[in-house]
């Protein structure tokens, strides 16, 4: 059986999906909620969203490593986020997918588990 991570593409095409999404975020002011939460550099925020991804999916056990993951958790949880960020975030990383052809890939499900993930990072109530 195949992982998410395969059906998806593997590394190379989860890296292209980071690198719309935060191309995307940098670019359009629907976004600028989330992105004046990220520093001016996005270099870490590109690598550490790509390993999230690249573990989350299935992929090589490099990128499950508690270190990664924790590394994740510290560089999210810090920053103010309530359904507007989440609205703002999901909607960035849907025209990612459109845009890099993970629609094509993707079903109602893998998008609700972006949704859980998007909503489970919230820190604010509204």
């Given at each position: 059986m195949q992982t998410?991570?395969?059906?998806?593409?593997?590394?190379?095409?989860?890296?292209?999906?980071?690198?719309?999404?935060?191309d995307l975020m940098d670019e359009d002011p629907d976004y600028y909620g989330i992105r004046k939460l990220h520093p001016a550099d996005l270099t870490e925020s590109r690598t550490s969203s790509a390993?999230?991804?690249?573990?989350?999916?299935?992929?090589?056990?490099?990128?499950?490593?508690?270190?990664?993951?924790?590394?994740?958790?510290?560089?999210?949880?810090?920053?103010?986020?309530?359904?507007?960020?989440?609205?703002?975030?999901?909607?960035?990383?849907?025209?990612?997918?459109?845009?890099?052809?993970?629609?094509?890939r993707c079903n109602r499900n893998w998008t609700a588990a972006l949704f859980k993930t998007a909503d489970f990072m919230r820190n604010q109530p509204q």
């Open positions: 998410h991570y395969e059906r998806l593409g593997g590394s190379e095409v989860i890296r292209q999906l980071v690198d719309r999404f935060y390993w999230f991804l690249i573990g989350w999916t299935g992929g090589p056990p490099e990128y499950t490593d508690a270190s990664v993951i924790r590394f994740c958790a510290a560089v999210i949880h810090p920053l103010p986020s309530a359904k507007a960020e989440r609205d703002q975030w999901m909607g960035c990383m849907i025209r990612a997918m459109q845009d890099v052809g993970w629609m094509r």
